[in-house]
């Protein structure tokens, strides 16, 4: 009898311990199809600057960038572009005031600064600097967005934006090239967003 109790008390424990293990094959993780993720991709389009599809979000987020950059919060600038994938700045080095650097921002993240030869002339430099803090990218946006209207260009895209110092009697001037099939022209506006005049 007690051989026939051990028995099946053997046999019970081989059971159970049948019941609780694992089959490898029920929890292996799937392998990596190599394929991006929807976060993935979701990242991709957000870092991407495009002209045609770009918000007054995707402007502030590359100012921001760009600032950064510089090192100098509001930075002093001489020129801002808008291309077709990138904004560009020239900015004054805050540790050196009389060195003028490029900066660019591309698919999500600023680039290398790059050396401006500017001739040299600091006073002539510091009367065109203007503050990052008189850019808005709202203004800009809504700029972007009516200049080929504004500008009577008959089926006018836009090209690209330039903000610069033009002298005493312009001061800061937000240039947009537009261009359309029979005509282009470069619509200039305020910082504000007043319209000026079209060359």
Do not use: H
Request: hydrophobic share 35%; with cysteine.
């Amino acid at each position: 009898m007690r051989s026939t109790l051990t028995s099946l008390t053997a046999i019970a424990a081989i059971t159970l311990l049948g019941g609780c293990s694992t089959n490898p094959d029920s929890e292996k993780t799937p392998a990596s199809t190599g394929t991006p993720t929807v976060e993935e991709d979701t990242a991709t389009e957000e870092a991407a600057f495009t002209l045609e599809e770009a918000d007054a979000e995707d402007i502030d987020r590359a100012l921001t960038a760009l600032v950064e950059e510089v090192g100098e919060e509001p930075a002093q600038i001489t020129e801002l572009n808008i291309s077709n994938s990138a904004v560009g700045i020239y900015a004054v080095d805050p540790s050196a005031p009389d060195e003028l650097n490029a900066w660019e921002y591309r698919d999500g993240s600023v680039g290398p600064s790059n050396p401006v030869d500017y001739g040299g002339d600091t006073e002539a430099l510091s009367q065109n600097l203007f503050s990052t803090a008189d850019v808005s990218a709202s203004v800009i946006e809504n700029a972007l967005s009516e200049a080929p209207e504004t500008g009577e260009i008959e089926d006018g895209e836009v090209d690209g934006l330039t903000m610069v110092w033009m002298g005493p009697d312009l001061g800061v001037v937000m240039q947009i090239s537009v261009s359309g099939e029979r005509e282009s022209g470069l619509v200039r506006f305020e910082p504000d967003g007043t319209f000026i005049e079209v060359l």
